[in-house]
């Protein structure tokens, strides 16, 4: 995994490690450190801070020993970079779930994204989580657009062991999404995952559409699944998403195949929304609560 983005600051400790840490020595391998960002999907915004921050902090800073000048860079490098990844809002799903329990309320999780993001599967996974943690889940079949979605969320319930709360193509994915909370309400179940149709976030129509479905069902949080191999896509995806119908957290999906790894450190960045989950391969286990210290520590080794 972002074995590109690993390579980049590797490079960058190497060379800012060999130089005088002078303004007019750093300037110039951190602008081309940015490039490299950019072309590894990091936002420019972010290629940006990350590069000032950096430039900012070492400017001048006095180091005799080599090998205490690379530890003095790769510090700086690690705490810039949690900067950008961290937010002031933390989300603990087992935290939020484990309250609404002890009040007999079920957590009401709605999922959106456009198609293609691995959404539905994504919903499956987080079903196995909380399964995993002694959590009863019932799933929302709300995306009554998309051919097959209904029948798709079925199978992921069915190889699950899960209820799931149907409606018809073409029906209201509103009514879907509060009947199964309803459902849950009435039968005790701790956790409803709602699925909503894929959509461009330029359609307004369907962004309306899920505009409506929050002030109907009123979700504890809603969730944007967002593809990390689309690079800089994915940036404007969740700013989009966050401003139409806002969003609480996000989960990257595909990660496992992710060898740029600019799309993490940017959409935590852009939305101030942490990232709560990574999609690390096709198994129902393979997702992975997101850690950003861990995350630094990986791309900094």
Same mark, same amino acid.
């Given at each position: 995994m972002f074995e590109k983005l690993k390579s980049g600051f590797k490079g960058l400790v190497n060379k800012v490690t060999t130089t005088e840490?002078?303004?007019?020595?750093?300037?110039?391998?951190?602008?081309?450190f940015k490039m490299n960002l950019v072309e590894n999907d990091v936002a420019f915004p972010v290629a940006d801070r990350i590069c %000032?921050?950096? %430039?900012?902090?070492?400017?001048?800073?006095?180091?005799?020993?080599?090998?205490?000048?690379?530890?003095?860079?790769? %510090?700086?490098?690690?705490?810039?970079?949690?900067?950008?990844?961290?937010?002031?809002?933390?989300?603990?799903?087992?935290e939020i779930a484990s309250a609404k329990r002890s009040k007999k309320e079920p957590l009401v999780l709605l999922f959106v994204g456009i198609n293609g993001t691995g959404k539905t599967t994504t919903i499956a996974k987080v079903a196995e989580f909380f399964r995993s943690k002694n959590f009863s889940v019932v799933l929302a079949a709300s995306d009554t657009y998309r051919a097959g979605s209904i029948e798709?969320?079925?199978?992921?319930?069915?190889?699950?062991?899960l209820r799931?709360?149907?409606?018809?193509?073409?029906?209201?994915?509103?009514?879907?999404?509060?009947?199964?909370?309803?459902?849950?309400?009435?039968?005790?179940?701790n956790v409803v995952l709602?699925?909503?149709?894929?959509?461009?976030?330029?359609?307004? #129509?369907?962004? #309306?559409?899920?505009?409506?479905?929050?002030?109907?069902?009123?979700?504890?949080?809603?969730?944007?699944?967002?593809?990390?191999?689309?690079?800089?896509?994915?940036?404007?995806q969740a700013e989009e998403f966050n401003r139409c119908v806002g969003i609480d957290g996000t989960i990257l999906t595909k990660v496992d195949a992710d060898v740029k790894g600019g799309s993490a450190l940017s959409v935590t960045y852009v939305?101030?929304?942490?990232?709560?989950?990574?999609?690390v391969g096709q198994?129902?286990?393979?997702?992975?609560?997101?850690?950003?210290?861990k995350f630094v520590q990986m791309i900094l080794r």
């Open positions: 840490l002078k303004a007019a020595n750093l300037h110039p391998i951190l602008e081309n %000032e921050e950096m %430039e900012k902090r070492l400017t001048g800073v006095q180091v005799k020993r080599l090998e205490d000048r690379k530890k003095v860079v790769e %510090e700086n490098l690690r705490q810039v970079l949690l900067e950008v990844m961290l937010t002031n809002k933390r989300v603990d799903l087992l798709q969320l079925d199978e992921h319930a069915k190889r699950l062991g799931i709360i149907k409606g018809v193509y073409g029906g209201d994915p509103a009514a879907v999404a509060y009947d199964t909370i309803s459902h849950a309400k009435a039968h005790g179940t709602i699925d909503t149709a894929g959509r461009m976030q330029t359609n307004q #129509n369907l962004m #309306n559409e899920l505009q409506k479905i929050k002030r109907v069902v009123f979700p504890d949080l809603t969730i944007l699944t967002v593809d990390s191999l689309i690079g800089n896509d994915a940036v404007t939305t101030q929304k942490p990232i709560l989950f990574i999609g198994k129902y286990k393979d997702l992975e609560l997101f850690n950003p210290e």
